[in-house]
Structures are given as structure tokens and as C-alpha cells.
């Protein structure tokens, strides 16, 4: 047998060097006795290994990295499973990831173990100043990892608090760090440091914004386990709030206000305004007037203006699209932008003469976020088309369409009560809800979205398409 002794410090370094250098004299991954820290003259350790082939280990930067985190891992076998995977892959005997493989399983396992062990290692170590003889101040902690992570969790501290020297001891390993940067050694005995005045400081505080109404035991102990407590300045305070939350709910529900406050009822007030329903309008002019002062969502603040519909009052055809862009916003006009003109070269290819059809949004207000001086286009939600629906219906009531074209999801679901599927449903003509057919199809600004080129131009016949089906409809509805 091989006998490979790894050092205290650098080990995993020192695994890698070795387990190259033994695959290339040919030495078995059972031939070899993995130690760390001193020889132990194994009884069998003398007897000389016969060689195999001699290889090259070759394996993913992925594998290896996550091979190397697993041997920050306590199990005593991880440097013998590392190098005898190391060969199986180099041999291509196993892929990388294959968990129905014992042997990498186990290496996942461990590297997800440590991970969860450096995290807690960087949530929980609580640093107390010490005495400090230079210009930087100077801090130490203690900590007891699962798993001997300190070389592995550590460099995350030097990166955080490079202006300050620092100590994190450990059972094992202390790591130290100054100016001259970060090292690690052995740990001697009675490394704990003392306690600070800050911890005091700290643990009023903590126990100022303790809430009991909001007191989770089970959640607070599965992000916070019971082991990490000894070593929290404020784990010593945890106990008697827990046992006390009960009682001091009960004081909090008991000193609520029996009465709303009267700025609720104000509230109840304004919304009861808000969604008085307005006396029926006599013409499209007077609805129109009506809508510009809309309040009924959220959109009529950022917005610049209602853009409501156009076109003859009489027209056997209505276009309804999803909601006003950005320029359309700004004209107080539909489809007058980059959509609309798509959308008006697709009607004129179809034969449409817009002139001679109404054309409106599901949505009367422009919805978008500020990103810069930009406003980007945002989606309008169930509750905004619920509430712009009361236009929509009125308009389609003084215009008594015999078609309307439902262009987007948005329109779709304004009309029919879904806008779900839109492409399976595209070409294919539905019901509103007072009986009007709707001919379904996509919105110009899709077509927009589109990047591939001849995909766009797909979707730019297809809309045509439907536009032209909308006009022969209407032409057959006509000679019956």
C-alpha cells in the first residue's frame, strides 16, 4: 500500500499535487492510504502497490471543483472516493452528474453539505473586538463548523472586511488576518476571545425588535439551528422571548382599537365615490367626454391622458387592440404609433379603410415603468382590464359592430372572458358576451417582438390574413 500524508493546512492543494502525480506512476485508487496531518506506520502501508497504466487525469473544471468542495467534508473516506473518481472519469468509466452512480452521488452530497456549512459559517460568526496595538482595528471570533471549512469559507471575510485584522478560530484551524493577508495554522488550545462591549449594545437592540405576533419557532430553528446558538451573543436572550410571546400577543390584540380610524372611513368614502357609476351617456361624443375624467384604476395617475376610440359611430367593423403605447399616450389617439403602423399597412393590404372602421383599446390608459427617460410598455392586469371593461361596453353598445376583431390577449379576454391559447385560437371567430362575433387574432406589437425576420414576416401574413377574413365576413353578411 501507498501511504499519502496530507498537511494540516492546504490540504486540499496538497490532495491534488499527489493525486496527479500517483496517477502518473500508475497507482490504483485502492492501493493508496489517504492521512492528514502526521503517518500512522500502517501495518500494511510497507507492502509496494503494483503499478497499473500510467494516466493523465483529465477532467471538466466543473467536476473538479466540485470534487475539491467535497473534501472540505468530515467523512474520513473523501480523499480515497476523490482520487478513485478522478480516475474512473479520466477513464471515462462514469460521466460527471450521473447520480445513479454510488460514487459520484456521495461526492454531491458532500460538496452540497459544505456549501450549506460554509453559509452558515458566514451567517453566524459574530466578531468581537480585541485590543490592538497598530492603526487597524482588530477583531476575533469562534466558531464550530460541521466540516473542516475554514480555508474553504474564510477567503469570504478577507474580501468583506480587508480594512480590519481579524481571527476566526475554529476546533482545528485558526484563520488570521492582517495586512500581509490571509493564513491559516493549527489551533492551540483557549482561543475563545473575550467578550466586547458591543455584544451588550447589540443584545438591547435584539431584544427591542423582538415581535411575538410574528414568531415562527420552527422557521427560526431550520435557518438558525440550536448548535450555532452558544456562540451568538444574542442566543442567550432567544429562550425568554419565546416562552414570554404568548402573553405578550395577547397584550398586543387586547390594545388594538376597537373602532377603524377615521381615516378608513375616509378611504370607504373616496372608493364609494370612486366607483359611483356615472349617468349613461346620450352619444359617443358625451361618453368620450366622460372617460377623460377616469378614475376607476390606478392607470389614470401616471398616465398622460385617456385615449379613447375613433372612427364612424355606424361602422360595421370594430378593431379593439390591448392598450395606448407610449405615442399614443402622448396624441391621446389609438394605434399611432410603431404597432399602429403595422397595423394600418396590414388593413390597406387587406382592403380595410380605417377610415371606415372604429378602432379602440381594451385599456383607455397607457400602463408602463420609467426605465431612464423611456417608459417601457407594461402589461395591464386582470383587475385593470376588469375595470376598463365599462368603456369597452358602452362603446361597443353606441357602435353595434357586426365584427370585431380582438387584436392580443389583453382585447381577447376583454371580449370573450379568456385570452389564453391566443395562437391556437387565431383566425378563428368567438362570441362576446351580448352575442357580437369576434374574429380572434394577434396584436401588431407582437409582430414587433418578433426578432427573426422570417418569422416576423410569417406573422405580419398572418394578421393580414385574419383582416382579410374579417372583410370577406362582413362582405358575405352583407348579400344574406
Known amino acids: 500500500m501507498r501511504e499519502v500524508v496530507l498537511p494540516e493546512v492546504g490540504r486540499v492543494a496538497a490532495w491534488r499535487k499527489e493525486a496527479r502525480a500517483l496517477a502518473s506512476q500508475g497507482i490504483r485508487a485502492e492501493d493508496v492510504v489517504w492521512r492528514v496531518g502526521a503517518a500512522t506506520g500502517d501495518l500494511f502501508a510497507g507492502a509496494a502497490p503494483t503499478p497499473g497504466p500510467r494516466r493523465e487525469i483529465r477532467v471538466s473544471r466543473k467536476a473538479l471543483s ?21 480516475l474512473r472519469l479520466s477513464d ?11 460514487m459520484i452521488r456521495r461526492i454531491l452530497a458532500d460538496a452540497k453539505a459544505v456549501g450549506r456549512d460554509v453559509h452558515k459559517m458566514h451567517a453566524f460568526v459574530r466578531f468581537r473586538e480585541l485590543p490592538s496595538d497598530g492603526a487597524r482595528r482588530a477583531f476575533g471570533a469562534w466558531f464550530e463548523p460541521e466540516h473542516p471549512i475554514v480555508e474553504a469559507a474564510t477567503p469570504f471575510f478577507a474580501k468583506r472586511f480587508g480594512d480590519m485584522d481579524w481571527v476566526i478560530a475554529t476546533p482545528t484551524l485558526t484563520a488570521r488576518f492582517t495586512e500581509a493577508g490571509l493564513s491559516f495554522s493549527p489551533t492551540p488550545p483557549d482561543q475563545r476571545p473575550p467578550e466586547d462591549a458591543t455584544e451588550e449594545l447589540w443584545r438591547t437592540y435584539y431584544a427591542s425588535i423582538f415581535n411575538p405576533a410574528r414568531l415562527m419557532v420552527g422557521a427560526m430553528q431550520s435557518e438558525m439551528p440550536k448548535k450555532y446558538w452558544k456562540n451568538l451573543p444574542e442566543a442567550a436572550l432567544i429562550p425568554d422571548p419565546i416562552r414570554d410571546a404568548p402573553r405578550r400577543a395577547a397584550e398586543m390584540q387586547a390594545a388594538m382599537p376597537t373602532e377603524p380610524p377615521a381615516r378608513r372611513a375616509m378611504v370607504a368614502r373616496a372608493m364609494a365615490r370612486r366607483e359611483a357609476v356615472a349617468p349613461l351617456p346620450g352619444s359617443l361624443d358625451d361618453l368620450r367626454a366622460q372617460a377623460a375624467g377616469c378614475t376607476r384604476c390606478p392607470l389614470h395617475g401616471p398616465a398622460t391622458q385617456v385615449v379613447f376610440g375613433e372612427g364612424p359611430v355606424d361602422s360595421d367593423l370594430m378593431i379593439v387592440g390591448e392598450q395606448p403605447g407610449d405615442q399614443e399616450d402622448l396624441a391621446g389617439r389609438p394605434f399611432v404609433g410603431p404597432a399602429g403602423a403595422v397595423f394600418d399597412a396590414e388593413a390597406n393590404a387587406a382592403g380595410l379603410d380605417r377610415s371606415r372602421v372604429y378602432v379602440t383599446n381594451a385599456v383607455k390608459h397607457f400602463k408602463f415603468t420609467a426605465r431612464g427617460k423611456r417608459r417601457i410598455h407594461q402589461r395591464p392586469d386582470a383587475g385593470e382590464v376588469e375595470h376598463c371593461r365599462w368603456w369597452l361596453d358602452l362603446e361597443r353598445q353606441m357602435v353595434a359592430p357586426r365584427l370585431i376583431v380582438a387584436m392580443g390577449a389583453t382585447a381577447c379576454a376583454s ?3 379568456s385570452g389564453a391559447g391566443l395562437l391556437k385560437r387565431r383566425g378563428g371567430i368567438e362570441a362576446a358576451a351580448d352575442g357580437t362575433p369576434v374574429l380572434v387574432t394577434i396584436h401588431p406589437s407582437y409582430i ?20 382579410v377574413a374579417a372583410r370577406d365576413w362582413l362582405a358575405a353578411q352583407a348579400r344574406m
Open 448 to 467: 414587433l417582438r418578433v426578432p427573426d425576420p422570417t418569422a416576423q414576416a410569417e406573422a405580419r401574413a398572418q394578421l393580414r390574413s385574419d383582416l
Open 66 to 86: 466540485t470534487i475539491e468542495s467535497a473534501l472540505h467534508h468530515s467523512d474520513p473516506e473523501r480523499f480515497a472516493r476523490a482520487y478513485a473518481a478522478v
Open 92 to 102: 471515462r468509466q462514469v460521466t460527471w452528474g450521473d447520480r445513479s452512480d454510488p
Open 415 to 417: 371580449l370573450t372572458g
